[in-house]
């Protein structure tokens, strides 16, 4: 009988009720909203550890306005929280499996098979956007897109 349930236990003594293992609590709290990940409230952080050299959105093509800017915006997001910076600029995108752009699905399938479900674009401005994989509070850099190549849109508003 040791390795039976109280209840089983209750149930071959004939008792009506069983006694419970575990005491019960009558200080239970409801939480109301749901938990908040933690990486949530650590800063946004960029990472350069995979960026896609000599692909179609190689970063070394950037123009020197465009860097200034892409720059000046990554000291800004910086700055923030992840839960700042995502969903209101960043997005995740199944490039390698929805893009209307087949070159982009191909080059997310081949360069980046184990992680393409983690590509996010991050909103420089109008157009202009780097993509990247996320994790926790890191965004690994691996596009420049200064015309919203890699996802085209029809419609792409300015700030």
Known sequence: MGDKTPKAQAKHRNQKRAASAVPRRRDKHVVSSPAVSPDAERPF?????RV???GPWCLT????QDHAALLES???IEGMLVREVIPARCKREDVAGRSPNPDARRRAQDMFPDDH???HSLRIGGAQR????QFQNEFSIIWWD?????WPTRRVTDN
């Open 146 to 150: 200064p015309n919203h190549d890699v």
């Open 130 to 133: 780097i993509w990247g994989l």
């Open 61 to 64: 093509d950037i123009t020197k």
């Open 117 to 119: 479900d983690r590509i």
């Open 74 to 76: 990554m000291r800004q």
């Open 52 to 54: 896609d050299v000599g």
């Open 45 to 49: 952080r960029f990472r350069f550890d």
